[in-house]
Structure formats: structure tokens, C-alpha cells
């Protein structure tokens, strides 16, 4: 069968473990998803397990991340501790480069949404350098229905709107763009290029006997 796309966007996150995250997250992808519904018929990618206790990382979400269009990574300064998302990052940024290639899509506009749920002042220069980061920073457990709050609603559509427009510039060359997925990986760890130059120390520093 020949390839396609089964997802709009795949969100990489890092696992959390208290209810700030785990909050945004569900909140985030409920407000994508009903922005998203009149643009596009395909579905978001969302990894519910991430959000478990005892998070064993599954190999088979690369070929998830190959059949979407585009990815939001949502950031805070444990997503580039987490190797994790790093190969997930890293393994968009390839797919990237090829799609675009194909695509004949204007640079400036990348298939990698960075959304930033803490540390907008101190982003890595591998998104702040090259990339426009959506800052929801200001989201806090009291913020208990995104889909009320103008402001965030506003970023939400603006996100959709992208997303969108990935998605239709990709569709004349869906089939090439998915022509790998079955056996697509994900980079491995070892291949991770650094998120920050080896003089700046990475975020958060590292505290002694924590």
C-alpha cells in the first residue's frame, strides 16, 4: 500500500510526574484538536503511556512520527535532558530536510512547532536560533479550561493554522514522504547532536548530592 499520512501532528513531551504537565498536555491537545477539526481530517498523535508511572520507551512510535506531517514539541528544560525526546526531535529535523526537499516548501517555514510551557527566556539554540517558539509560559494549574482563555485559544489557532498549511503543502508528496515509514527508526542516542555549545552548561544545571 502505498504511503500516507495518518496523522496531522505528533506531540513529543517529556514524561511528568506531577500534575502541571500532565495538566497542559491534556488541555493542549483537547484546544489543537477542536481548532483542528474544520481544517483537517487526520488526527492528532498523542503517546497517553508517556504519561504513566514506569514509562518504558516504545521503538514503534518512530513509525508514528514518520506517517505525521509535522511535529509540536513541547518544551520545558527537562525536554532536553529526556534522550528520549531528543531522537524524537532529532529524528523530525531528517524528515524535515527530506520532506521540504521534495516539497519545494519555502524555507522559514519548519515541520517542527516548538510550544513552550517553561523556559522561553532560556531556549536552546537549536530552537531559539532557528525556529519560532510559541510561549505558554504563563499556563499554571489554575488555568483549568484552556478553551475559555482567549489568549491561549488565540496561540492554539495560529498553531492549527500551521499545521494546516503542512499539511496541504505536503499532500502532492504524501506518498513519497511516507514511502519509508514502515521501517523507519529513530536516530540513535549516541547520534544526538548537543542541544547547546559545549561551553554553556545544560538546563537545568545540575545541583550537587540531588
Not at 532529532?90 to 517553561?118: S, Y
Not at 493554522?161 to 508528496?173: G, S, T
Request: hydrophobic share 40%; charged share 20%.
Amino acid at each position: 500500500m502505498a504511503g500516507k499520512f495518518e496523522y496531522a501532528c505528533f506531540i513529543s513531551y517529556s514524561h511528568a510526574k506531577q500534575d502541571l504537565v500532565r495538566g497542559f498536555i491534556g488541555q493542549f491537545k483537547a484546544a489543537l484538536e477542536a481548532s483542528l477539526d474544520p481544517l483537517v481530517d487526520l488526527p492528532v498523535y498523542f503517546d497517553q503511556d508517556r504519561l504513566q508511572g514506569g514509562y518504558l520507551y516504545n521503538e514503534a512510535l518512530a513509525s508514528a512520527l514518520c506517517q505525521s506531517a509535522c511535529m509540536v514539541a513541547v518544551y520545558s528544560p527537562v525536554y532536553e535532558r529526556r534522550p528520549y525526546c531528543g531522537r524524537e526531535f532529532e529524528a523530525m529535523v531528517r524528515l524535515e530536510a527530506q520532506r521540504l526537499a521534495i516539497a519545494g516548501v519555502a524555507r522559514g517555514r519548519g515541520l517542527i512547532i516548538p510550544v513552550v510551557l517553561r523556559g522561553f527566556e532560556d531556549l536552546p539554540p537549536r530552537i531559539k536560533d532557528l525556529r519560532h517558539a510559541v510561549d505558554f509560559s504563563q499556563f499554571t494549574l489554575a488555568d483549568k479550561a484552556m478553551l475559555r482563555n482567549r489568549q491561549f485559544v488565540s496561540k492554539v489557532e495560529s498553531i492549527a493554522q500551521e499545521i494546516y498549511h503542512h499539511c496541504r503543502a505536503l499532500q502532492p508528496v504524501e506518498a513519497a514522504a511516507c514511502s519509508d515509514c514502515a521501517g523507519f527508526l529513530l536516530p540513535a542516542e549516541h547520534e544526538l547532536p548537543p542541544w547547546r555549545p559545549a561551553h554553556e552548561p545544560s538546563w537545568p544545571p545540575a545541583f550537587p548530592n540531588r
